[in-house]
């Protein structure tokens, strides 16, 4: 900057002076040196400064925003998930089956309940009905495809929303889950009794259905299942032989 501003000055001033036919003596190159050396040095410290300063606080907004979105994806994820399995939650897993009917696609939604669950959290206690839940989680992460809703509905039941998917191919999608989690290597708890399986009831969603209707069918599809001696797979139900079944 310095050395521009000298060269800015000599060429105006001489430019002046020949024009005024001045003469060019000692003192005008003094005066084109050093005067404007005198006034830009400063100037290009001061914004050299500046520069810095600004270029520190354009590093520390990018800092705070990158750990504001930290923070932002950490809560959104808190609030949409379940603490204990890593799966949707209730109303996350709701409100992502109302947007999937909004494509006008054919899915199928099934409902996963542990049988006998509360005879495991009694007998051996809320750790191993907790790991239960887990290892069912896991299981259903594995047996379904990436595209697929999966969430924990509450207590011990579980939602897969199987996308793009109809009854026929959801039954025997459905089927392998069952076997998949009866199948679990439970190691020293199996020994101590602990057996998990699984009833499930299934629902095809026709486009522009009611989610409710849709959890209601499916509800009673599994209601179904445990009426038929659990660790199967319903999607069918027979509204006047439904009872009430212990979980």
């Known amino acids: 900057m310095t050395i521009i501003a000298v060269v800015a000055t000599f060429g105006l001033s001489f430019k002046e002076r020949i024009a005024l036919q001045m003469p060019i003596d000692w003192l005008s190159w003094v ?38 979105k930290e923070t932002h994806d950490r809560l959104t994820f808190v609030t949409s998930h379940d603490p204990m399995t890593g799966l949707l939650s209730r109303g996350e897993f709701i409100a992502r089956m109302d947007r999937s009917r909004d494509e006008g696609e054919c899915d199928t939604l099934l409902l996963i309940d542990p049988d006998h669950f509360s005879s495991i959290n009694d007998k051996h206690g809320h750790s191993k009905g907790d790991e239960a839940l887990v290892q ?19 207590g011990g039941e579980f939602g897969v929303l199987l996308r793009h998917v109809r009854k026929e191919q959801a039954s025997t999608n459905a089927e392998n889950i069952r076997r998949y989690i009866e199948g679990i290597p439970w190691g020293k708890a199996q020994q101590e009794g602990v057996k998990v399986t699984v009833s499930i009831g299934g629902a095809e969603i026709p486009r522009n259905a009611n989610t409710q209707d849709v959890l209601r069918t499916a509800g009673r599809c599994l209601v179904e299942a445990k009426q038929r001696g659990r660790n199967r797979v319903s999607f069918d139900y027979e509204a006047a032989k439904l009872r009430v079944v212990a979980p």
Request: aromatic share 8%; hydrophobic share 40%; proline share 5%.
């Open 31 to 68: 005066e084109c040196t050093f005067i404007p050396i005198l006034i830009g040095m400063p100037v290009s410290a001061y914004i050299f400064t500046q520069s810095e300063t600004i270029q520190e606080t354009c590093d520390k907004l990018e800092k705070s925003h990158t750990a504001l």
């Open 136 to 154: 069912i989680a896991k299981a259903l992460v594995y047996t379904t495809r990436p595209g697929d809703l999966i969430g924990r509905l509450g």
